[in-house]
């Protein structure tokens, strides 16, 4: 069978179109060498490596320049082939141009609601379905332009042409897909790299979150039948609360949090304000008409966080490795932006609920054991004896693949530092409330109808980061201000009676 793939496969390359033979191509360019060129323009970094993916790629020379494209997902190849040899043709050079100059959160946004109609010159029947996307993010953003009213997919591209259209492509490139000469995801980089390195600063900013508990599959009849029922769904969540934060972080390990949080569920507004201050492995917490700290000792969990999340967890403005490429997946430049403290370029993020549900799955099944470490050994987390390490596991894993979540943000880098400057943020959630609802079914008894509940909640903030490598303060706590461990222990009932 496999015998037999094989052949299939050498059948379909040798009936791929080739407008004509090798001896006759004169100044034909072959794909092997527009990957080459492209590349070289491009400047891209060429990976030392010998061995090839592809069983027709032996050349020593071109090599690293098939296998660069190929990790990089600007070539798939045909199977075990890759055709090195073959003409390329317009609408493949079209396609590795969009990989190589084009910007891919914006290819993709405009390709999920890309239709046939969007190219209108003649013959656009006869380009591949496969390249009809590339064709038209490259003629909208200029990449390339028409030639005429017609385009000729299907034809080879000569060495002078692939020179015009490289040339072409590279300077759209520069001037709306770059700022100094970097995209949108190697800006990210930069930055982050360069806030890894700042000693002290400052941020402030408003998180307003609100959130709703959904029930649906419930008529009025049904819900009219039941008042424990009604009772529940009146009592149901609608909350908003908003966070106002003032943050001030000194490297390598300390950070003083002041937080007011401001929530409304329907009654009254309740507001109050906590103070974090965390010195190496010690955390401080005070709350709002308190003289007195509650002191922890986070040693273990905080190495543990710091596994989980990729990142020194004092360091709350850098983004993790993680993160980082996720991020990459979807940046993009938006136009800069002038305030009265200076002008920033602005990149942004769309992460919809596909891209971020594939995301976290492939990082908690990473981190999932140390997680799960964490919540059994640690008491402060609240897990008792009885902790099932599996169902644990289980239920955090059917959370996760259950979440529908999308994500915005907006970063706003320095021009001049390259530093952040401010973020926005943006985050739509629905979870589904499975776990619960079975426990709420229960309560109420055999006779409760069957429904089902969602937890909705949106959250919307921007932060600015100030005060860049300038003098911070801090808490100072001395033993006096400390609270006694043993008034946070609650008194069991037989010690009472024993006294």
């Not at 039948?225 to 908003?240: A, P, R, T």
């Not at 996760?400 to 999308?406: L, N, R, T």
Request: contains cysteine.
């Amino acid at each position: 069978m496999r015998k037999l793939c094989t052949l299939l496969t050498l059948i379909v390359i040798l009936c791929l179109p080739v407008a004509v033979s090798a001896a006759e191509q004169g100044n034909f360019f072959t794909r092997a060498e527009f990957i080459k060129e492209i590349l070289t323009q491009a400047g891209t970094e060429i990976e030392e490596v010998t061995q090839s993916s592809f069983s027709d790629v032996t050349d020593p020379e071109l090599i690293p320049y098939i296998e660069t494209a190929y990790n990089n997902g600007i070539v798939s190849g045909y199977g075990h082939y890759f055709a090195p040899g073959r003409s390329i043709t317009k609408e493949e050079a079209v396609k590795i141009i969009v990989h190589v100059f084009g910007e891919k959160a914006g290819f993709n946004a405009m390709s999920d609601s890309f239709a046939d109609g969007d190219l209108e010159f003649a013959y656009s029947e006869d380009i591949s379905a496969w390249a009809k996307p590339y064709v038209a993010y490259a003629l909208e953003t200029g990449l390339i332009t028409e030639e005429g009213d017609t385009f000729g997919p299907g034809e080879p591209v000569t060495a002078a042409q692939a020179g015009e259209m490289i040339a072409a492509a590279k300077e759209v490139y520069q001037q709306l897909f770059t700022r100094d000469g970097l995209s949108a995801p190697d800006m990210l980089v930069l930055a982050n790299e360069k806030m890894a390195e700042v000693g002290t600063y400052k941020q402030k900013g408003t998180m307003l979150t609100e959130m709703q508990l959904l029930v649906e599959g419930l008529t009025p009849e049904q819900v009219g039948e039941n008042e424990e029922l009604e009772k529940f769904i009146d009592d149901g969540i609608d909350m908003s609360m908003n966070m106002d934060m003032d943050i001030s972080f000194q490297a390598p390990d300390r950070i003083y949090i002041k937080q007011t949080l401001a929530s409304d569920a329907g009654v009254e507004e309740v507001v109050q304000d906590v103070e974090t201050y965390m010195d190496g492995s010690l955390m401080y917490q005070r709350m709002a008409g308190s003289d007195k700290w509650v002191m922890q000792d986070l040693g273990e969990v905080m190495e543990q966080i710091q596994a989980i999340t990729d990142r020194e967890p004092y360091q709350m403005t850098q983004l993790s490795e993680d993160e980082l490429k996720m991020f990459k997946e979807f940046a993009r430049y938006e136009e800069d932006v002038v305030t009265d403290d200076g002008e920033y370029y602005v990149i942004s993020f769309k992460i919809d609920q596909e891209a971020y549900r594939e995301y976290y799955m492939e990082v908690m099944e990473k981190v999932m054991d140390s997680i799960v470490t964490l919540q059994a050994e640690n008491p402060a987390l609240g897990q008792g004896p009885g902790f099932d390490p599996e169902q644990y596991k289980q239920m955090m894993m059917s959370l996760v693949s259950g979440m529908e979540v999308e994500l915005s943000y907006k970063y706003y880098i320095d021009k001049e530092t390259h530093l952040f400057g401010k973020v926005w943020m943006s985050q739509a959630m629905t979870m589904p409330m499975a776990e619960f609802m079975t426990e709420v079914v229960e309560a109420l008894g055999e006779d409760a109808p069957q429904f089902s509940a969602k937890m909705l909640s949106h959250s919307e903030g921007e932060f600015e980061i100030y005060d860049l490598d300038e003098e911070v303060e801090f808490p100072v706590i001395t033993e006096e201000d400390i609270m006694d461990q043993g008034e946070l222990v609650p008194v069991e009932p037989e010690a009472l009676q024993e006294d």
